[in-house]
């Protein structure tokens, strides 16, 4: 496990900054079984779905135009990841960020490899213009995205998340967005308040599209929580944290634990999740 980044640190526990425990929200969201509209690439597509049927969600991967914005209007919440574009698609992005937008639902952005092509740079200043409630990426993702110059290559971060943290709080203070950047130590903020989550397993690198899931998850609490987007982040990603880390004790390699990670994340109880869980406040220097 990677050691949290330097600086000043306080542990908060099981709850939230605002008031809200970790086994609540996931109850909560259980109980809801929210429907989250995922347009997500087609390497994501089934490992997606599994980890929100397996968390206690519902998911429908609708990205087709002529119905993007009117089933956006229906879902509990949106997530775009744009890692397979194509000019359809991308109208079918546009289409439910607005429907989102005209329906008061939150929607969630996943930047992949935003800085690849000139093609994936202006499709996500389109959507970002779009004002989505949450921003999902790793480091170099954010970086980038920030303005700044990032060691990504394709997909792959090359930058370290504590490297990215500056760059995440002059985002969401320029968007208005909630940040959450992911990898062996996660940092999420909102421009004013940031916390760091640990857990997880190193293989989880390994498996394709835990990240795209994950951000299937956020959108899973972003439904129960529309108006705290920091609080729903934060609680996917203590979750997956979580679950990851069970799972990787007892995976013998990438097979397995992408099995065990659904498995993990079914079976995670609230009373597990406020023990496991190791969330502390990070303040910025």
Same mark, same amino acid.
């Given at each position: 496990?990677?050691?949290?980044?330097?600086?000043?640190?306080?542990?908060?526990?099981?709850?939230?900054?605002?008031?809200?425990?970790?086994?609540?929200?996931?109850?909560?969201?259980?109980?809801? @079984?929210?429907?989250?509209?995922?347009?997500?690439? %087609?390497?994501?597509?089934?490992?997606?779905?599994?980890?929100?049927?397996?968390?206690?969600? @519902?998911? $429908?991967?609708?990205?087709?135009?002529?119905?993007?914005?009117?089933?956006? *209007?229906?879902?509990?919440?949106?997530?775009?990841?744009?890692?397979?574009?194509?000019?359809?698609?991308?109208?079918?992005?546009?289409?439910?960020?607005?429907?989102?937008?005209?329906?008061?639902?939150?929607?969630?952005?996943?930047? #992949?490899?935003?800085?690849?092509?000139? %093609?994936?740079?202006?499709?996500?200043?389109?959507?970002?213009?779009?004002?989505?409630?949450?921003?999902?990426?790793?480091?170099?993702?954010?970086?980038?995205?920030?303005?700044?110059?990032?060691?990504?290559?394709? #997909?792959?971060?090359?930058?370290?998340?504590?490297?990215?943290?500056?760059?995440?709080?002059?985002?969401?203070?320029?968007?208005?967005?909630?940040? *959450?950047?992911?990898?062996?130590?996660?940092?999420?903020?909102?421009?004013?308040?940031?916390?760091?989550?640990?857990?997880? @397993?190193?293989?989880?690198?390994?498996?394709?599209?835990?990240?795209?899931?994950?951000?299937?998850?956020?959108?899973? !609490?972003?439904?129960?929580?529309?108006?705290?987007?920091? $609080?729903?982040?934060? *609680?996917?990603?203590?979750?997956? *944290?979580?679950?990851?880390?069970?799972?990787?004790?007892?995976?013998?390699?990438?097979?397995? !634990?992408?099995?065990?990670?659904?498995?993990?994340?079914?079976?995670?109880?609230?009373?597990?999740?406020?023990?496991?869980?190791?969330?502390?406040?990070?303040?910025?220097?």
């Amino acid at each position: 496990m990677t050691a949290p980044p330097k600086g000043a640190k306080m542990k908060i526990g099981n709850t939230i900054p605002g008031g809200s425990g970790l086994g609540d929200l996931l109850t909560e969201m259980r109980r809801a @079984s929210p429907l989250v509209q995922c347009i997500t690439n %087609y390497v994501a597509m089934n490992i997606a779905a599994n980890v929100l049927l397996a968390a206690g969600a @519902s998911p $429908a991967m609708v990205h087709a135009e002529r119905e993007a914005g009117e089933f956006a *209007a229906i879902a509990g919440a949106l997530t775009v990841n744009i890692g397979t574009l194509s000019p359809d698609w991308v109208a079918g992005m546009h289409r439910a960020a607005d429907g989102a937008n005209q329906a008061g639902k939150p929607w969630v952005l996943d930047p #992949v490899a935003h800085f690849a092509t000139s %093609y994936r740079r202006d499709t996500v200043a389109g959507l970002l213009a779009l004002r989505p409630a949450i921003v999902r990426g790793n480091a170099s993702e954010i970086i980038a995205l920030a303005g700044g110059m990032s060691a990504g290559q394709g #997909v792959d971060s090359g930058d370290t998340v504590a490297s990215a943290e500056a760059s995440a709080r002059s985002l969401a203070g320029r968007t208005g967005a909630v940040v *959450a950047v992911t990898g062996a130590v996660d940092f999420v903020t909102d421009g004013k308040r940031a916390v760091r989550i640990e857990g997880g @397993s190193p293989l989880m690198p390994r498996v394709t599209a835990l990240g795209c899931s994950l951000t299937c998850l956020v959108g899973a !609490f972003a439904a129960i929580r529309p108006a705290d987007p920091f $609080a729903a982040s934060i *609680a996917a990603l203590a979750i997956f *944290a979580v679950a990851g880390e069970r799972a990787g004790r007892v995976s013998e390699g990438p097979g397995s !634990f992408g099995w065990r990670l659904l498995d993990a994340l079914a079976a995670l109880d609230p009373a597990g999740l406020e023990r496991e869980a190791r969330i502390s406040e990070a303040v910025q220097a």
